[in-house]
């Protein structure tokens, strides 16, 4: 769209995201060429993908289970005792819930 000629607050309208966010990831095409994350971008793992795929596992063969019966069953062989580990159970489980992803925007 900015390549048609569209300007950054139009981008920004009709995708429902701020100017500066349109800009920001302009400024970034410009530069590299590319949109995809860096490495070592983001908030640091609180979970392994090994102990991702035991949580998902467990939620498959007890589809009832809420987030935290299922956190507490892993507390033994997982390391969840860090804080927030209830969000990443239930960040993990949202697909099987049929939800759609929260939009969250920053």
């Given amino acids: 769209m900015m390549e048609a000629g569209w300007s950054a607050r139009r981008v ?9 966010v349109v800009r920001r990831f302009w400024d970034q095409y410009i530069r590299e060429m590319s949109f995809t994350r860096r ?5 640091p793992r609180q979970t392994s993908r090994r102990e991702d795929h035991h949580i998902v596992r467990n939620a498959r063969v007890q589809p009832t289970a809420s987030s935290a019966v299922i956190q507490a069953q892993n507390k033994t062989m997982l390391c969840l005792t860090r804080q ?7 960040a993990l489980l949202l697909p099987f819930l049929g939800l759609p992803d929260p939009q969250i925007c920053f």
């Fill in 12 to 20: 920004a309208r009709q995708l429902s995201h701020s100017d500066c």
């Fill in 39 to 43: 490495p070592g971008s983001g908030r």
């Fill in 84 to 90: 927030g580990c209830h969000k990443t159970v239930s």
